[in-house]
């Protein structure tokens, strides 16, 4: 038998989660809101045509079905990731953690990362895309009718820091401050999972981004500050769940 190297799945006799045995019991619903405090820019895929002044690259992200901005789950879920993943000391030369370990909460919670043959865990976490809550929605609609801006257009010089010159100024699209984002995470409570944990583990992340990180892009510079509000946390049975 060869030995597994270190770091690598040990199998049936290792201490890799094995969670297809373990029953889905539960989901723990952390709704909330996202204040903007800060300009906040979620970048599109950029690319596209250049609308104004505004550099295509630099372009807020859309909902394409109503032209909105909105949050992706994915960005929210990453940035989540990576500020426990600091804490933890398990950000490794910049990767995800994959370790797999079942007492490593970031693998536990939010899936061992690219983990190779692994007996995969579910991952527990599901973060949703925000959207604009009601009010903001509002606002956003009757911007856009009345033809004001709907977006900060925030120009910025890039310096060149050999020649000692700023480059040409690029400008870019940031979420106005006082936008309000309605957020939603599922947590997946399996058999044996210490769900309370789990729910503090991403509270806890949620408050290192707002007291100290932010969302989106150029944080170091003031970018993307956010509040988490309203926060309301409920468990649901999954055998009561139904339409
Ligand atoms: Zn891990």
Same mark, same amino acid.
């Given at each position: 038998?060869?030995?597994?190297?270190? #770091?690598?799945?040990?199998?049936?006799?290792?201490?890799?989660p094995v969670p297809s045995s373990k029953k889905w019991d539960a989901i723990i619903r952390l709704r909330f809101q996202i204040a903007v405090a800060e300009g906040l820019r979620i970048g599109g895929s950029g690319g596209g045509l250049e609308i104004g002044g505004v550099d295509a690259n630099l372009m807020a992200l859309r909902n394409p079905a109503n032209n909105e901005p909105y949050i992706p789950g994915s960005?929210?879920?990453?940035?989540?990731?990576?500020? $426990?993943?600091?804490?933890? #000391?398990?950000? $490794?030369? %910049?990767?995800?953690?994959?370790c797999?370990?079942?007492?490593?909460?970031?693998?536990?919670?939010? %899936?061992?990362?690219?983990?190779? %043959?692994?007996?995969?865990?579910?991952?527990?976490?599901?973060?949703?895309?925000?959207?604009?809550? #009601?009010?903001?929605?509002t606002r956003f609609q009757e911007a856009v009718l009345a #033809?004001?801006?709907? $977006?900060?257009?925030?120009?910025?010089?890039?310096?060149d820091r050999k020649a000692g010159t700023a480059r040409s100024p690029r400008t870019g699209e940031r979420v106005l401050p006082g936008t309000v984002?309605?957020?939603?995470?599922i947590l997946h409570i399996y058999e044996g999972d210490d769900a309370d944990e789990m729910t503090k583990f991403?509270?806890?992340?949620?408050?290192?981004?707002?007291?100290?990180?932010?969302?989106?892009?150029?944080?170091s510079r003031g970018y993307g500050k956010v509040r988490f509000e309203n926060l309301q946390v409920e468990t649901l049975k999954l055998d009561q769940l139904t339409i």
């Open positions: 038998m060869v030995e597994p190297r270190q #770091g690598e799945p040990r199998g049936s006799t290792g201490n890799i960005s929210l879920k990453g940035k989540l990731r990576s500020v $426990l993943e600091k804490e933890l #000391g398990k950000a $490794l030369g %910049g990767d995800p953690c994959k797999g370990s079942a007492d490593c909460l970031i693998c536990t919670v939010f %899936g061992a990362h690219m983990k190779p %043959g692994a007996a995969s865990a579910p991952t527990r976490i599901v973060v949703r895309d925000a959207l604009l809550s #009601g009010q903001s929605r #033809g004001v801006p709907v $977006l900060e257009e925030k120009t910025e010089n890039i310096i984002f309605d957020g939603e995470i991403i509270r806890h992340g949620l408050g290192i981004i707002q007291e100290a990180c932010s969302l989106g892009a150029s944080g």
